[in-house]
T-cell receptor, first 113, second 113 residues
Framework: EPEVTQTPSHQVTQMGQEVILRCVPISNHLYFYWYRQILGQKVEFLVSFYNNEISEKSEIFDDQFSVERPDGSNFTLKIRSTKLEDSAMYFC???????????FGQGTRLTVV | GENVEQHPSTLSVQEGDSAVIKCTYSDSASNYFPWYKQELGKRPQLIIDIRSNVGEKKDQRIAVTLNKTAKHFSLHITETQPEDSAVYFCAASKSNSGYALNFGKGTSLLVTP
């Protein structure tokens, strides 16, 4: 089965620091997403990315967040100045087409202290 | 934006019984409805999905039904097994929202032997 790979699996950072979460998507899958899940809660959409640009973002995805595909392969989520409430599991997801199965990575657990 | 409601939040059944989880959505433009299973500490994994041009879909012990008029869809698991124990999330997405998945709050299913 195709697999989305995320690094790191766990990151602890101090409040106010910048973090970059990385994702290696499935090759030839054209749609990229970031979701987050606060412990014990539902999965929340952050942003979708297609054709090298953001196609949709949620209210959570404010100016502190950014995404890019720096080398046309890896897909990153940057949080510029982390807050305590950013602590969550962040999932990268990937699908090959519109309204097709979104494959989720194993997640990065971000802990802001 | 899209609002997905999911019920019940917890469900306990005996092995061999059926389990039904129900979701409603608010945006009539939503046209893709996947169901994800998430085991503790793991990534969400697709178990079945349905598109708005279909009313029912079945895959072995799992079935999903969609009522577009009422804007609700349901997951049916028959002959439940202990390994079906997990959190199940319904989701909805539409074409003009970057195919972002809007998730319900999840149902924690416990199957007791």
């Amino acid at each position: 089965e195709p697999e989305v790979t995320q690094t790191p699996s766990h990151q602890v950072t101090q409040m106010g620091q910048e973090v970059i979460l990385r994702c290696v998507p499935i090759s030839n899958h054209l749609y990229f997403y970031w979701y987050r899940q606060i412990l014990g809660q539902k999965v929340e959409f952050l942003v979708s990315f297609y054709n090298n640009e953001i196609s949709e973002k949620s209210e959570i995805f404010d100016d502190q967040f950014s995404v890019e595909r720096p080398d046309g392969s890896n897909f990153t989520l940057k949080i510029r100045s982390t807050k305590l409430e950013d602590s969550a599991m962040y999932f990268c997801a990937n699908s090959w087409g519109s309204n097709t199965e979104a494959f989720f990575g194993q997640g990065t657990r971000l802990t802001v202290v | 934006g899209e609002n997905v409601e999911q019920h019940p939040s917890t469900l306990s059944v005996q092995e061999g019984d059926s389990a039904v989880i129900k979701c409603t959505y608010s945006d009539s433009a939503s046209n893709y409805f996947p169901w994800y299973k998430q085991e503790l500490g793991k990534r969400p994994q697709l178990i079945i999905d349905i598109r708005s041009n279909v009313g029912e879909k079945k895959d072995q012990r799992i079935a999903v039904t969609l009522n577009k008029t009422a804007k609700h869809f349901s997951l049916h698991i028959t002959e439940t097994q202990p390994e079906d124990s997990a959190v199940y999330f319904c989701a909805a997405s539409k074409s003009n929202s970057g195919y972002a998945l809007n998730f319900g709050k999840g149902t924690s299913l416990l199957v007791t032997p």
